[in-house]
């Protein structure tokens, strides 16, 4: 089975996919561009398809029919380019399944698809270059090197993985790595959410159906396990899937034969089972939520990721190379991090681990563009009730600075921060300051704090 190198855009506008298409070449890509409209001829064009990019434009519900078409999960990512504005499309996108969905604005098509492509690709199986152990970024000292060192010898076996962790901990790449480093790498990859398909839908979406086998199943279709034959099947949110299904899916797991929907025949099905989940199974097999057997079938070969909060030397590693990714994507120029920055990072919760980090510094790069991350660049959480020290933005960017502007914001700073100790008492709030209070009343009129 090759390996997938086609991004497949389908759209009745050549103009605006012209440049796109030249730049998506130059960095290796095959593009097969269509004006068929029709879904079913759009997913039987390629077999290598990596990622799919649909537009509405003059194609109608081109978006909505394309993604309805794989059912409830779409197995390759789908970037949906809508009309500007259109929240009803935006909206039935993202539900059915859309890896992310772009408005058409005219002159930011170009970036914003480009820019999704780049996050996509690893979700469509492209190639990786070198050592795809490198995707999973570390420090020296990581506690994940342990783990990292085995993947290789994990890799090469066929035995069930039970990926562990909290959301955000980066399980799917993992799960992707294992793939791509196994003699499995030239099959499928076929990631399937398990909670965010309907239960009464789960057992035709894994092992397919046969005509007639329900209402509105018009035609024999294949489910996901047939889909990832000759490769693997990661299974995400495991501990999600009802009772019922677990009785099944550990039946499929051991004879290897997947019976679609509405038939008697089951089929033999060539897989790798990756499964992953943010619950505690073993509880959940305490309390009965669980099948006991079912989770020893699974966790063959075990793999725990840490949350981000206890890998603090991994923190600014990770910075960098998400720094670097914007600085690709998004045409930015940004420098670093400053030292008091990276210490306030370095000292947070991370409740959304690594996936918030790396949106954090996508809206930073998109909001600041040029020089260093400081403190002010960090949402509020990061810092509870305890405001950004004062001495904020008191050094020279390599970049250069706006004088006035860093001290109005200082002045700004301090007088918010005298206001709320002082409880709004504005005879307090200049004791605090050192000022008379006719000066500080001069002061917030000016700068308009009033206001706030």
């Known amino acids: 089975m090759s390996t997938r190198r086609t991004i497949l855009i389908v759209s009745a506008d050549d103009l605006i996919w012209e440049p796109i298409t030249a730049d998506l070449k130059d960095i ?30 003059d194609l109608g519900d081109c978006v909505r029919d394309f993604l309805a078409s794989f059912g409830v999960m779409p197995p390759i990512p789908v970037v949906a380019v809508v009309r500007d504005s259109d929240v009803s499309t935006t909206v039935d996108a993202m539900r059915l399944g859309a890896f992310t969905v772009i408005e058409n604005k005219g002159d930011n098509v170009h970036n914003a698809v480009l820019g999704a492509i780049e996050r996509a690709v690893p979700l469509g199986g492209a190639p990786i270059k070198g050592d795809p152990r490198d995707l999973l970024i570390r420090s020296h000292d990581s506690p994940l090197n342990t783990m990292l060192d085995v993947i290789p010898q994990i890799a090469k076996s066929d035995a069930p993985v039970l990926v562990t962790g909290e959301s955000g901990t980066g399980k799917e790449l993992f799960a992707r790595t294992i793939h791509n480093l196994s003699p499995r790498a030239d099959g499928p990859f076929i990631p399937v959410n398990c909670a965010a398909i309907p239960d009464q839908l789960l057992e035709s979406e894994l092992f397919g159906y046969v005509k007639g086998a329900f209402t509105g199943a018009h035609a024999d279709r294949d489910g996901q396990f047939q889909a990832a034959d000759g490769g693997t099947i990661f299974l995400d949110e495991i501990g999600e899937m009802p009772l019922q299904m677990q009785v099944k899916l550990l039946r499929v797991l051991q004879d290897k034969m997947v019976t679609p929907v509405g038939s008697t ?84 919760e991370w409740p959304g681990n690594v996936r918030e980090l790396q949106n954090i510094m996508e809206r930073v790069a998109i ?14 959480r990061f810092f509870g009730d305890h405001p950004p020290p004062p001495q904020m933005g008191l050094y020279v960017p390599s970049e250069g600075m706006d004088m006035a ?25 200049a004791r605090l300051l050192g000022l008379n209070r006719t000066t500080l009343v001069e002061k917030v009129k000016r700068l308009k704090l009033d206001e706030d």
């Open 405 to 429: 502007e860093a001290l109005s914001k200082l002045e700004t700073n301090l007088l918010k921060q005298a206001l709320q100790k002082a409880d709004g008492n504005k005879a307090q709030a």
């Open 28 to 57: 290796g890509w095959s593009v097969e561009l269509i004006h068929e409209a029709h879904p079913g001829a759009t997913r039987s064009q390629s077999d290598d398809v990596s990622c799919a990019v649909v537009s509405d434009g």
């Open 367 to 380: 909001l600041k563009r040029v020089g260093f991350v400081e403190l002010e660049d960090l949402p509020e």
């Open 265 to 348: 025949k089951p089929k033999a099905v060539d897989f790798r089972v990756v499964a992953a989940t943010n619950r505690n199974l073993e509880n959940e097999v305490k309390e009965g939520t669980f099948r006991e057997d079912l989770f020893y079938r699974l966790s063959v070969l075990p793999m725990h990721i840490p949350p981000l909060r206890e890998r603090p030397t991994d923190i600014p590693v990770l910075i960098d190379a998400f720094m670097a990714e914007q600085n690709r994507v998004n045409q930015t120029q940004l420098s670093g991090v400053t030292r008091e920055t990276l210490k306030v990072m370095q000292n947070y």
